[in-house]
């Protein structure tokens, strides 16, 4: 199937942006059904936003003590009780220990 250049609106910003056919070509050997609803600066700022940077609001940070070798640490998740929490250092040891 023979693809051709389109042109689509961006759902965020109104602008227009060309879908090329090497774009469709693409998406469909992915097996993507929908075209791209949004432009590639917006499909970007949105991706950054999901990846926690980018202009985006700073990632929260709470205390804890470290589970292994009681050093006050910052992990990027709530503690619950009950549960370990390790600083880094110990983590990537524990984690390394695994394999």
Same mark, same amino acid.
């Given at each position: 199937?023979?693809?051709?250049? @389109? ?22 050997? @992915?097996?993507y059904t929908n075209e791209p609803k949004r432009c590639p600066a917006c499909r970007q700022n949105r991706k950054s936003e999901r990846m926690g940077g ?16 009681? @050093? ?20 990537? @040891? ?6």
């Amino acid at each position: 199937m023979a693809f051709e250049d @389109k042109t689509l609106t961006c759902a965020d910003c109104g602008a227009t942006f060309t879908f090329s056919a090497s774009e469709q070509e693409f998406f469909q050997s @992915k097996g993507y059904t929908n075209e791209p609803k949004r432009c590639p600066a917006c499909r970007q700022n949105r991706k950054s936003e999901r990846m926690g940077g980018g202009g985006g609001r700073p990632r929260q940070m709470f205390s804890a003590v470290c589970a292994e070798c009681g @050093k006050e640490t910052e992990v990027p998740f709530e503690p619950r009780e009950g549960r370990p929490v390790y600083c880094s250092e110990c983590f990537n @040891k524990m984690r390394n220990n695994r394999n």
